[in-house]
């Protein structure tokens, strides 16, 4: 897994059921690892995010679109979903992906990637920042909400556009690394 890629990725949805609701944004940090040092160094290759043009906006949870920011302007030269996934899978091929709640996203992510009849290319290991901040901070009394605004909080990291799907996935990455640190 140390020589693997790592793809920081981020979902936005126009709700919370993949069965109902439509995957309208992915955000990517792809970061190569380099463990030879005496601490694990992390280096940007590429970042992007794909917008997709929802086709079922009218089953859209309001509160969703306004949470993540949907504005139908902004979506105007919006892929696809094949589009999308395409790029998605090329770029992230063999990649570890690692995401804060990594449940939700792989499940949308999925759902996309079957909809749209492309392989999903990315590595079978995934990482999941909840739990790897469950599991090194769980005993301190001062830490009781594992979200990613919370622990941005607790590490001084700005997420200035939180829950937009690039922002997200920096903001993960910026987590990653402090969490590798203790």
């Known amino acids: 897994m140390k020589k693997h890629v790592l793809a920081f990725i981020d979902t936005e949805s126009t709700g919370l059921d993949p069965d ?3 995957l309208i944004s992915v955000g990517v940090v792809l970061v190569s690892q ?9 280096e940007t290759t590429e ?6 043009k929802p086709e079922r906006i009218k ?4 509160v969703s679109l306004r949470v993540n920011k949907y504005d139908p302007a902004d979506w105007v030269f919006a892929y696809s979903l094949p589009e999308a996934m395409k790029i998605l899978s090329n770029k992230t091929k063999d990649a570890i992906m690692v995401s804060h709640n990594i449940a939700f996203d792989y499940m949308f992510l999925e759902k996309a990637f079957r909809s749209a009849g492309v392989e999903n290319k990315m590595h079978y290991h995934k990482l999941d920042t909840i739990s790897i901040a469950f599991a090194k901070l769980h005993g301190r009394e001062d830490i009781n909400h594992f979200s990613l605004r919370s622990l941005c909080e607790e590490f001084g990291i700005e997420n200035k556009n ?3 799907a690039l922002s997200d996935a920096r903001a993960t990455f910026e987590l990653y690394k402090k969490l590798m640190e203790l």
Do not use: G, N, Q, S
């Open 47 to 52: 970042e992007f995010e794909l917008k997709i």
């Open 20 to 22: 109902r609701h439509e």
């Open 162 to 164: 939180a829950h937009t």
């Open 34 to 42: 380099d463990w030879t040092k005496e601490h694990p160094v992390f």
């Open 59 to 62: 089953d859209a949870d309001p």
